[in-house]
C-alpha cells in the first residue's frame, strides 16, 4: 500500500527538467524591468492626477463648468421716451423669442412642416435652419404672443422660449422722426433713439447656470451681476401737439398734391421744439420696404433757399442801421434797381412803397434796394448770428449747416439776391429759430429737443434791439393779414405775424420753371409771442404754389390748435375778423 502510495505521488510530481521552457532560468533583469514599468506607470498617474488637482485645477475646473454650467446675460431694460407730459412715446416690453438647438430638435416631419407654417417659411429654409452641424438657431426673434402659443402648443422636442425686449412706439407715424427706432439688439439707428443711446441702453447683467441637456435652467451658480435699466428721455415734444401737425402737414400735401411736407412748432420762450413733423413717414415698428423717401427727417436734413422769408430779416438790419424807418418810401418800379445789367422782378408791379408796404406785399425790388444800402459784412454777421450756415446746436443726428458763402466773395448782384432768399440755404428748422429774434426782443436762443427744467436760465444772443423786433412783428402782422401776402394764415381769436416764401426749386445748375417750395413762417400771438410755426410744402401741384396759399392754411390750423392746448387765451375778438375775411373773400371774387 505505501509503496503503491509513493509510486502515485512520484507520478504527480512535475519534472522540470523534462521540459525545456520550464527548466531555463529567468533574467533577473526582466522582473526588474517589469517592476520598474509598473512602478512608472503609477508615478505617471500620481503626476497626472497632482497636475489636474493641483497645478490645473483652474483649467480642468473651467472645462468642467463648460459641460454644464453656461453665463446667461440679464439684459438691461432700455429707457423709455416720452413727451413732455409724460405720454410714452417709446418703450421696451418683453415678448417671446424662439430658438433651438438642431441636433436635439425632434425629427418628425409632420410636426416640423406645422412649424414652418406656424413660423411663416417654407420647409425647406426650416430644414436648413435646423442642420445638425448648428449648434444654436433662432428661429424667430421678437414673435408675437400668438405665433409663440401655437409652437408651444405643438410640443416639437427641442424648441425653446425666451423674453426679450421689443420696442414699441405707441404714436407710430406721427412721431417717426423724432423718435427714431431701434434694430433687433435694441441699439438706435435714427433719431432720438441713436443720439441718446448711450443713456437709453443702460448696462446689462449676467448670471451663471447649470443647464441640463434640454437647456433647461436646473440652478443659479456664482455671484449675479445685476443690469443697471437705461435712463428715460423726456422730450421737450407734446405729443398731441405733434399729431396735430402731422395730420395737418399730412393733409396738406395730399390737397396740393405735393411730394412732402414738413412742420416745426418752437416755444418762443424756451426755444424748446414742440412738434416736428414730417410726410412722408413710417411706421417705427413696421418697417418693412421702407423707402428713403420716408425716412428722411426733411425738417433737419433739407436745405433750400428760404426765399421771401428773409425779407423780415433784411430789413430788420435797414431799421437796425438807421438807413431806413418803418415809413421810408422805396421806388419798387420794374427795372428800378439795376445791377449789371440785371434787375430784380416782383410777382406783381408795384410803384412806390413804404418800408412796411414791402414786406406786406413781399416786394423783392424793396428788400434788394435796402440790401444795397449796407455793406456785404453787415448783412453776413446778422446772417450768421441768427444761424445760417451753422449746425443747429441740437443733439439730433442729421442736422445740416446749410449754405452761407464768406461775404468777400459776394457780388452786388448775390447781396441782392440774398436779400430775398436766393443764393443762400437753411432747413426748416434753421428758419424757425431764426425767427425767434422777432418772437422775442430782439435776441435768438438756442433750441431743444429735450424738456428744460422750470427754472432753467435761457440766455440768447443780442441781434436786433426791441424796438426794431416790435416794429418788424408789426409788419409781419400786416402781411398776414388783409392786403398782406398770406390772409389765409389768419387765426380767429388770435393776432398772428408772418411771411410767406415762394422759391423755385434748384435743379442742376439752374431753376426748374414748374417746380416750387411753398413756406410760412410766423409769430403768434404777435401781441405776445408764444410759439413759432414754420411750415414747408415741397412742390406742390394742385395750381397754387405761393407759400401764403399752400402753407398758409396749415400754420393757421397748427397755430390755433396749439394755442388752445398750451391754455393760451384769445388776444382778438372773432367777429371782426370774420368781417375781414369775407371783405377779402368778396375783392378775390370780384376779379
Excluded at 488637482?53 to 431694460?77: C, N, T, W
Excluded at 435652467?217 to 435712463?231: L, R
Excluded at 442729421?398 to 441782392?416: C, D, F, H, M, N
Amino acid at each position: 500500500m505505501i509503496g503503491r502510495k509513493r509510486s502515485n505521488a512520484a507520478s504527480r510530481s512535475v519534472s522540470y527538467s523534462s521540459s525545456p521552457l520550464l527548466a531555463s532560468k529567468t533574467p533577473p533583469w526582466r522582473s526588474r524591468f517589469l517592476v520598474a514599468l509598473v512602478g512608472l506607470a503609477f508615478t505617471g498617474l500620481l503626476g497626472r492626477a497632482a497636475y489636474i488637482q493641483l497645478i490645473g485645477e483652474d483649467f480642468f475646473q473651467r472645462q468642467g463648468e463648460a459641460r454644464y454650467a453656461h453665463k446667461m446675460e440679464v439684459p438691461a431694460s432700455r429707457g423709455k421716451i416720452s413727451d413732455r407730459s409724460g405720454q410714452v412715446l417709446a418703450a421696451s416690453v418683453a415678448v417671446p423669442s424662439i430658438w433651438a438647438f438642431p441636433k436635439d430638435v425632434d425629427n418628425d416631419p409632420e410636426k416640423r412642416k406645422q412649424l414652418a407654417k406656424i413660423l411663416g417659411i417654407s420647409y425647406s429654409e426650416l430644414e436648413k435652419r435646423l442642420d445638425p452641424s448648428n449648434r444654436f438657431v433662432y428661429l424667430r426673434r421678437q414673435a408675437d404672443d400668438q405665433t409663440a402659443a401655437k409652437i408651444k402648443d405643438l410640443g416639437l422636442k427641442g424648441i425653446f422660449q425666451d423674453r426679450e425686449y421689443k420696442r414699441q412706439y405707441p404714436e407710430g407715424e406721427a412721431a417717426a422722426h423724432i423718435v427714431g427706432f431701434t434694430n433687433l439688439e435694441e441699439r438706435g439707428q435714427e433719431g432720438v433713439e441713436l443720439a441718446f443711446q448711450k443713456d437709453l441702453q443702460g448696462r446689462d447683467g449676467s448670471r451663471s447656470v447649470v443647464r441640463d441637456r434640454l437647456g433647461r435652467v436646473v440652478e443659479d451658480i456664482g455671484e449675479q451681476v445685476p443690469a443697471m435699466n437705461g435712463k428715460d428721455i423726456e422730450l421737450s415734444i407734446d405729443a398731441k401737439v405733434q399729431f396735430f401737425a402731422y395730420q395737418r402737414v399730412r393733409d396738406a400735401v395730399a390737397e396740393n398734391n405735393a411730394k412732402a411736407g414738413s412742420v416745426v412748432v418752437l416755444d418762443a420762450h424756451t426755444g424748446e421744439i414742440l412738434a416736428l413733423a414730417n410726410y412722408p413717414s413710417y411706421d417705427p415698428g413696421h418697417r418693412t420696404n421702407l423707402s428713403g423717401e420716408q425716412l428722411r427727417n426733411r425738417a433737419l436734413t433739407d436745405v433750400f433757399e428760404p426765399g421771401s422769408t428773409m425779407k423780415p430779416f433784411t430789413t430788420g438790419l435797414a431799421l437796425e442801421t438807421g438807413r431806413v424807418r418803418p415809413d421810408t418810401v422805396l421806388s419798387t418800379g420794374p427795372r428800378s434797381v439795376v445791377i449789371a445789367g440785371w434787375s430784380p422782378t416782383d410777382s406783381h408791379p408795384h410803384g412806390d412803397l413804404t418800408v412796411q408796404q414791402v414786406i406786406q406785399k413781399s416786394s423783392n425790388i424793396g428788400a434788394a434796394r435796402m440790401a444795397l444800402m449796407m455793406q456785404p459784412r453787415e448783412m453776413y454777421d446778422m446772417f450768421t448770428a441768427i444761424g445760417l450756415g451753422q449746425r443747429p446746436q441740437i443733439n439730433f443726428p442729421g442736422a445740416v449747416t446749410g449754405k452761407l458763402r464768406p461775404y468777400k466773395s459776394w457780388r452786388p448782384i448775390e447781396q441782392a439776391t440774398m436779400s430775398y432768399g436766393y443764393g443762400l440755404s437753411a432747413s426748416l428748422l434753421q428758419l424757425a429759430r431764426a425767427y425767434t429774434v422777432f418772437a422775442r426782443e430782439g435776441d435768438i436762443i438756442p433750441v431743444t429737443m429735450t424738456k428744460r427744467a422750470p427754472d432753467e436760465p435761457v440766455t440768447g444772443i443780442k441781434v436786433f434791439s426791441p424796438k426794431t423786433a416790435a416794429q418788424i412783428r408789426e409788419m409781419l402782422q400786416m402781411a398776414a393779414g388783409p392786403g398782406g401776402t398770406a390772409p389765409q394764415a389768419m387765426v380767429p381769436g388770435y393776432s398772428v405775424g408772418g411771411k410767406s416764401g415762394t422759391a423755385h426749386k434748384q435743379e442742376g445748375k439752374g431753376y426748374a420753371s414748374h417746380k416750387y417750395r411753398s413756406w410760412f413762417v410766423g409769430i403768434a400771438p404777435i401781441s405776445k409771442p408764444r410759439i413759432i410755426v414754420a411750415v414747408m410744402v415741397d412742390e406742390p401741384k394742385n395750381g397754387q404754389y405761393f407759400g401764403g396759399a399752400v402753407a398758409g392754411p396749415v400754420f393757421s390750423q397748427v397755430v390755433a390748435q396749439t394755442l388752445r392746448l398750451l391754455g393760451e387765451p384769445p388776444d382778438l375778438e372773432v367777429k371782426p375778423q370774420i368781417v375781414a375775411a369775407q371783405k377779402l373773400q368778396a375783392v378775390d371774387e370780384s376779379f
